[in-house]
């Protein structure tokens, strides 16, 4: 789902964070307190190697990933993702699983769409997968109409960003337009199609999945091809496999940083320690409370409604995050602002790692 996103402008501290909390109380909502177990998501941790998640065994962890990521990369993307596909080929099983994000271009000037978008090429239990995403330039939540004035033209860019990818491809994919969205379609049986990242115009990503292990190896490499510009940061994603398994993926020659990302159950109070732990690199994130903006602002088109806890370098940051505008765009902002007592600023969150 693409999400307007705000987050408050000066770093707090913890007890700053926990004097929020009664802000939000006196405006009618329930915020998790200091006792409560909650889930934080721990994201570009940098760590020297697979070793270095240890530092958080004294919380449990569910879903570890490791990250590689190759900075400022030109090399042939075929003869990288070959490389991770013959390591997972050797310890693949129900619970791995391993892909490799790099950007391409759409060579057409779009104003709805920006040029550089992404893709995924990724190996699970017996299949592999290629999904595609496009970048906008405005994020219309599903249900806003204040962009219908354009709405043509959204639908016509991105059936064109879609058909490019796909004739890149060579898939056996269609993007129909009907007089609402973007609608991708397939006739192959054995391919499961997934569609998501929906705004008001459509899926603004789509995933085609192959038990042919190998199918979407030179497809993808033909359509990171088409990203000509200066190098990149390319990733690969890494679940599943044990400490000594991912050491194999270090064997061939890749300049590359590693970081973790992960879910830690705690309570409130540990997130100060977990920051600690995680030094001057890791993000964490924690939710404060979930609601209906009707329940708090019952003249405005009802959204959902999320307010979290940012850590990051030492300090923290109450971000909010709401599926459609419940006002106009600055009453939106303005209201955030008295919900939480502090100054916030729209900050969406990127479509790509």
Known sequence: MREHRWETIAPLSFDEVLQTTQQLKQAGLTPAHTEKDIICYIEEWKVSGPQGIQALAPWPLEDITLIHILDQWEGDFFLLAGQYHTVVQQYQSVNTYCSICHPWRIEEHMVTLRPDAMLWLGFRHAHSFIRVRVHTTEIIAPGETWA???RPLWLTERQAAFQSAIKTLDLPLEAVVDQIQVRLQTPRQDTPLFCSWP?????????????????????????????????QSVRAYLTGFTE?????????????????RCSVHCVMNELPELLTTLGETGRLYSTLCEFQTSTILP???????????????????????????PVSAQDTTDWLESVIGRPVTYSPLSAFP
């Open 148 to 150: 219908d004035h354009q």
């Open 199 to 231: 705004d008001a115009f459509g899926p603004c990503q789509f995933e085609l999945n192959s038990p042919d292990v190998f199918e979407f190896l030179v497809p993808a490499s033909q359509l990171a091809a088409t990203w000509q510009g200066k190098p």
């Open 244 to 260: 000594e398994q991912l050491i194999h993926f270090d064997s061939f020659d890749a300049s590359k940083r590693s970081v973790y």
């Open 299 to 325: 003249n405005g088109h009802d959204s959902a409604a999320i307010i979290g806890i940012v850590g990051h370098q030492g300090t923290f940051q109450i971000e909010v995050r709401l599926n459609r505008y």
